[in-house]
C-alpha cells in the first residue's frame, strides 16, 4: 500500500465504507486516512478502584465483575442496566441503545476491564454504555498504554468506523510496512530543531509506544504543519510588496498641524505617540500599509485613526472610515464633526438608512473630491461608491467584517489605499500571528490618564435586592447605570421576554418620579431606539435596559455602573467589551456579573476571570483557551483554521519557533531555489497545491 492507493482497496473498507469515509471527512486515500490524528489519548495504564471514583474525572478504567444484568423500560425502547462490582464497592451500569448485543456478549460473574466516564446519577456512580473487555482477553492481548482517539460521524459509526474501526483501518495501513513519507524538512531545520523522520513520526502518532516518543512524534508534525503555514504567509506578503506599490503620504501638513496644535481635545498617551510613529514611517515607505491596531476599549484609537487620516488629507487624499453598526458609524461621524470643527475638513456619513434621494449629494461631493473624510457601515463598500481619490481605509471593529469585504476598499482607486484596521478585541497574540501574519500590528497598552479601574463583582440572583440597592446608592450621587440581558438569536422570544420582565421588575423597583429608565432593544424601530439611547446620553433617564445592542460604541462618560444579567450565558471577550461601557469618566466604576446557582465549570472560570483581571489581552487568552480558536472572530465559516494537527490555542509557542524557522529560510533562500532546501520546495509546492492559502486571510 501506498500513501496514494485509494481508501476504498485498504483491506476492510470495501465501496460502500471507501464512499463513507469520502463523504464525511474528505478522505480518498491512505494519506488521508493517515492524516487523520487523534484528538487524545487514553491511558490504559491506569486504574481506578470504584471507591476513587468521582463525576468530574474523565475517562477510568476499573476493573470488576458483572452482576445483575437486567432489562427495564416500555417494550419499544428496551434498556439494559447492570451493575460491576469491585472490593471497594459497586458502581451501576446503563444501555440505551443496543440492548441485545449487549445481552448476548456479556456475562454475570465474569471480570471485566471497564474504560468509561463516570457520571452521578441518583447519588449513585454510573456508567453509560462504557466499554467492557474481559479481563482474560485485556490481559492475554499485548496491550498499548496509550490508547490513540479518534473523531468521527455517526455515518460513519454506522458503518462500523468509530474511534477503534479507524484506529484499526490505519493499523492495516500502517502494518504494511511500505508507507513512506517524503522528508518536507532540510537536514538543517532537522537538526536545528531536533525533528525526527517524518514517516517514523506518523507511525508513532498513530500507534504511540510510550508518551516520550509521542511527544516528539506530534511536536515534529505540529512543527511542519506551523512552518507550512507561516511560510505561506510571510511568501505572500513578499508577492503583495512587489506587486503593489502604495500611495506614498510624505508629508504631515496644515490640516495635522493646525489641528494638532489648536484642536487636540487632550495630550496624547505615551503609546497613542508610539504608534502614530509606526504609523508615519508605514505611510511613507510606499508600500501599502496594512496594519492591525489593537487597543482595549477606551484606550483611544479613534483619535489615532483622525490623525492618521489628516495626513492622508494633507497628502490630498481622501479617507473612508467604515464601522460595523449604525450606532457606531453615527458616533464616529458626531465626534469627528465636533472635532473637526472650524478645521474645514468635510466629514460625511453614509449608512443604509439613509434615504435614496438623500445620497445623491452624498455621492456627489464625494467624486468631486469636496468630501474629505467618509464615515459610514457596510454601505460604502457598495460598488456606487466612488471616491475621487481614497487613500486610505479606516475598520473599526475589524472583528465583525469578513476578508472579502475588506478587498473591496481595495479596489476603489487605482492603487489599493492604505489600510487601518482597529480591534478592541484583542486577538492573541498566537492567533493574530497566524491570522494577520501578513499584518503588522501595533497596540496602543495604555489607556488615557485619570481611569480608575473598574471593579467587577459577581452576584448570584437571590442577591438581586442588594445589587439593586447599590444602584440606587450610585443613581444619588448623580451616576447613571446600565442593565443588560442577553440576547441570543435561536431563543430570541424567550430573551425578549426575559427583558420584558425584567424591566418590569426594574421598573416597579425604580419608580417614577424619581427614577428614569430607558429601553433599547432589537426589536425596536431605529428611530425610538435613537430616541431613548439619546434620553441616556443626555441625562435625562437614569438607568439604560438594553439586550447586547449597545456592546459597541455608545458613550456614556457619566454611566458608572454595568449589571450584566444572565452573565453566564455570555462569552468572555463580549463580557469585556460590555463592561468596557463604563469607566470612562473619573468616577469609580463598577460591573456587575448576575448569574444563577448552577454554573458549569467553564462559566464559573468566565466569571472568575472577568473578577481577576480587566486585562483584554489577558480576557483573551483565557477566552481562547476556553473556546478554541474556531469560535474567535468567524473563523470558523471562513474554515480559516483548519490545522491538522497543531492547535493554535496551545502551540503558541511552537508557531513562534516555526515562523523564526520560516523566515530564516526565507531570508537565505527566498525563492526556496538552493540545494539544501530541496526537501522544502517539494513540501512547500505540496502544500500550495492542497491547503487553503493562508496568505490570503488577511
Ligand atoms: P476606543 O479605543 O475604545 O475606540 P475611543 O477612541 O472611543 O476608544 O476613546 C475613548 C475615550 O477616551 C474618548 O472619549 C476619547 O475622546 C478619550 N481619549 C482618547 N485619547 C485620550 C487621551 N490621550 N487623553 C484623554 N482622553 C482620551
Ligand atoms: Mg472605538
Known amino acids: 500500500m501506498k500513501l496514494s492507493t485509494p481508501i476504498e482497496y485498504v483491506k476492510g473498507v470495501g465501496p460502500q465504507r471507501g464512499e463513507k ?33 468521582h463525576p468530574d474525572m474523565p475517562n477510568v478504567q476499573i476493573v470488576g465483575k458483572l452482576r445483575h444484568i437486567q432489562e427495564f423500560g416500555k417494550p419499544r425502547q428496551r434498556r439494559l442496566s447492570a451493575k460491576l462490582v469491585d472490593e471497594t464497592g459497586t458502581v451501576e451500569l446503563v444501555w440505551f441503545k443496543g440492548v441485545q448485543w449487549v445481552k448476548k456478549n456479556l456475562k454475570e460473574g465474569v471480570d471485566y476491564v471497564l474504560f468509561g466516564k463516570p457520571s452521578i446519577f441518583k447519588g449513585k456512580i454510573n456508567f453509560a454504555h ?109 508577492n503583495r510588496q512587489e506587486k ?54 477606551g484606550s483611544g484609537k479613534t483619535m489615532v485613526a483622525l490623525l492618521t487620516m489628516l495626513i492622508a488629507i494633507d497628502n490630498g487624499y481622501q479617507c473612508a472610515m467604515i464601522a460595523p453598526t ?46 474629505n473624510i467618509l464615515v459610514g457601515t457596510h454601505a460604502l463598500l457598495q460598488e456606487s461608491v466612488r471616491f475621487a481619490n481614497l487613500g486610505i481605509v479606516v475598520i473599526d471593529e475589524q472583528h465583525r467584517f469578513g476578508v472579502a469585504q475588506r478587498s473591496k476598499m481595495w479596489r476603489k482607486n487605482t492603487r489599493p489605499p492604505h489600510v487601518l484596521v482597529m480591534s478592541a478585541t484583542p486577538i492573541p497574540r498566537t492567533l493574530a500571528m497566524t491570522l494577520y501574519g501578513d499584518l503588522s500590528v501595533s497596540v496602543i497598552d495604555e489607556l488615557p490618564p485619570g481611569r480608575k479601574p473598574i471593579e467587577t463583582i459577581h452576584k448570584r440572583d437571590q442577591h438581586r435586592l442588594e445589587v439593586f440597592g447599590f ?33 418590569e421588575a426594574i421598573s416597579r423597583a425604580f ?5 428614569r429608565i430607558s429601553i433599547v432593544h432589537g426589536k425596536m424601530k431605529a428611530e425610538d431606539k435613537d430616541y431613548e ?104 465559516q471562513s474554515g480559516v483554521l483548519n490545522l491538522q494537527i497543531a492547535d493554535l490555542a496551545k502551540d503558541g509557542k511552537l508557531l513562534q519557533l516555526a515562523r523564526h524557522a520560516a523566515i530564516q529560510v526565507l531570508k537565505e533562500d527566498p525563492k526556496l531555489e538552493l540545494p539544501q532546501n530541496s526537501n522544502v520546495a517539494k513540501g512547500y509546492a505540496k502544500v500550495q497545491k492542497e491547503r487553503p492559502n493562508w496568505g490570503r486571510i488577511s
Open 21 to 53: 469515509l469520502q463523504s464525511e471527512l474528505g478522505v480518498l486515500t491512505c494519506e488521508d486516512l493517515l492524516n487523520l490524528f487523534p484528538f487524545r489519548y487514553n491511558d490504559r495504564s491506569q486504574f481506578h478502584k470504584v471507591n476513587q471514583l
Open 130 to 238: 462504557p466499554e467492557l473487555e474481559p479481563l482474560s482477553k485485556a490481559n492475554a492481548r499485548k496491550k498499548a498504554s496509550l490508547e490513540p482517539v479518534y473523531s468521527t460521524t455517526e455515518k460513519l459509526t454506522g458503518v462500523g468506523l468509530h474511534s477503534k474501526g479507524l484506529a484499526k483501518l490505519i493499523k492495516t495501513v500502517l502494518d504494511s510496512g511500505e508507507i513512506r513519507f517524503e522528508e518536507t524538512m532540510s537536514k538543517e531545520l532537522m537538526e536545528h530543531y531536533k525533528l525526527i523522520d517524518k514517516t517514523k513520526a506518523y507511525h508513532i502518532v498513530h500507534q504511540p509506544p510510550d508518551s516520550r516518543s509521542l511527544q516528539m512524534a506530534r511536536y515534529r508534525l505540529k512543527f511542519e504543519e506551523l512552518f507550512f503555514v507561516q511560510m505561506q504567509i510571510l511568501r505572500s506578503k513578499l
Open 244 to 297: 503593489y506599490k502604495g500611495f506614498v503620504f510624505e508629508r504631515v501638513g496644515e490640516n495635522f498641524n493646525n489641528f494638532y496644535q489648536n484642536h487636540l481635545p487632550f495630550e496624547l498617551t505615551r503609546a497613542q505617540k508610539r504608534v502614530m510613529k509606526e504609523l508615519r514611517r508605514d505611510l511613507g515607505t510606499g508600500e501599502q500599509m496594512n496594519r492591525l491596531l489593537q487597543g482595549d476599549v
Open 326 to 371: 449604525e450606532i457606531l458609524a453615527n458616533q464616529h461621524y458626531v465626534t469627528l464633526k465636533e472635532q473637526l470643527e472650524g478645521t474645514g475638513i468635510n466629514v460625511d456619513l453614509l449608512t443604509g438608512s439613509i434615504k435614496k434621494s438623500d445620497r445623491k449629494p452624498i455621492h456627489e461631493q464625494l467624486e468631486k473630491g469636496e468630501t
Open 471 to 503: 444602584l440606587k446608592k450610585e443613581i444619588e450621587k448623580g451616576r447613571q447605570v446600565y442593565i443588560v440581558y442577553p440576547l441570543i438569536e435561536e431563543s430570541a422570544k424567550m430573551d425578549y421576554k426575559d427583558l420584558m420582565d425584567g424591566y
Open 511 to 515: 419608580p417614577p418620579p424619581d427614577y
Open 533 to 636: 439611547m439619546q434620553q441616556f446620553v443626555d441625562g435625562n433617564t437614569q438607568i439604560m435596559v438594553a439586550t447586547t445592542v449597545i456592546e459597541v460604541g455608545v458613550n456614556v462618560p457619566n454611566a458608572s455602573v454595568m449589571v450584566i444579567e444572565s452573565a453566564e450565558r455570555f462569552g468572555l471577550s463580549q463580557l469585556h467589551q460590555l463592561r468596557g461601557r463604563v469607566g470612562r469618566g473619573a468616577e469609580q466604576s463598577y460591573c456587575v456579573l448576575m448569574t444563577g446557582n448552577k454554573l458549569s465549570a467553564e462559566a464559573r472560570k468566565r466569571m472568575e476571570t472577568m473578577v481577576r483581571t480587566q486585562d483584554g489581552f489577558e480576557v483573551a487568552e483565557v477566552d481562547l483557551e476556553l473556546r478554541g480558536p474556531g469560535d474567535i472572530m468567524g473563523t470558523q
